[in-house]
């Protein structure tokens, strides 16, 4: 049966309100197959601190079946961009947030080792993953995933296993954006568009601030029970075999 794969992105004691009402809107159609995208620091504002509160509900999270992802560090784009095509894709389509997009390759090793380090001792089990801010990965975060041998990572179109060096799953990922009305817009309508691809994996990545959307809501729960219907809700690690 063709898979469904949910995940929640940015999760950070910052947004932990936001973090619960969409697992609250994914348990209904996918039930503890969630995948969330953790973020350590959130702009160096909002550390995650082993024995925390939130630290524990990440813990029991973990403990009921859910994946943790290392989602970069901060997930803010400190860098500067060398090449033009950098500089614009992280100005257009991240708001400054594809943090590994412009970092050389030892700053990225250094941030993905201590975030994983991070998820370990705070979950009790290695992080399934690794996925950049707004899926954007630089060259030298490429090269730092496959030296900190990470299992799985994803950009919009595939997931893929750096320590492995092969392509697990080839899909678009469903995704929502409500920065401007224009932008509602066409993630509604893309929307509308993919949950019907026959693809074999279907990707549905939600965000905090999609809480703040009553109609991108409702485009998520429409898109959730559309998919759940010919779909088995799945884990990444699966694609692993
Ligand atoms: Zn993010």
Redesign the pocket.
């Known amino acids: 049966m063709r898979r469904l794969l949910a995940s929640i992105?940015?999760v950070s004691p910052r947004f932990e309100r936001e973090v619960e009402r969409l697992l609250d809107l994914l348990r209904p159609h996918v039930g503890d197959r969630i995948a969330l995208?953790v973020?350590p620091d959130h702009w160096g504002a909002a550390p995650i601190r082993p024995g925390s509160p939130f630290a524990l509900r990440l813990r029991s999270w973990a403990d009921a079946g859910l994946e943790l992802f290392l989602?970069?560090y901060f997930?803010r784009d400190t860098g500067a961009h060398e090449r033009l095509g950098d500089r614009l894709r992280a100005r257009w389509m991240t708001a400054g947030?594809g943090e590994f997009l412009g970092l050389g390759r030892d700053e990225a090793r250094q941030r993905i080792e201590r975030g994983l380090e991070l998820i370990e001792a705070i979950a009790g089990r290695p992080a399934a993953g690794f996925?950049a801010?707004?899926w954007l990965y630089g060259r030298g975060a490429a090269d730092a995933l496959r030296d900190c041998r990470v299992g799985l990572a994803e950009d919009h179109f595939r997931i893929w296993s750096p320590a492995g060096g092969r392509v697990l799953s080839r899909s678009p990922v469903i995704t929502w954006a409500a920065r401007t009305p224009a932008r509602l817009r066409s993630s509604l309508a893309a929307a509308a568009l993919l949950r019907r691809l026959p693809v074999r994996d279907l990707r549905i990545g939600i965000?905090p601030g999609d809480c703040h959307s009553p109609r991108l809501l409702r485009s998520i729960e429409t898109t959730l029970r559309v998919a759940a219907r010919s779909r088995r809700p799945a884990a990444y690690a699966e694609l692993l075999g």
């Open positions: 992105h940015d995208f973020v989602h970069g997930h947030e996925v801010p707004a965000h």
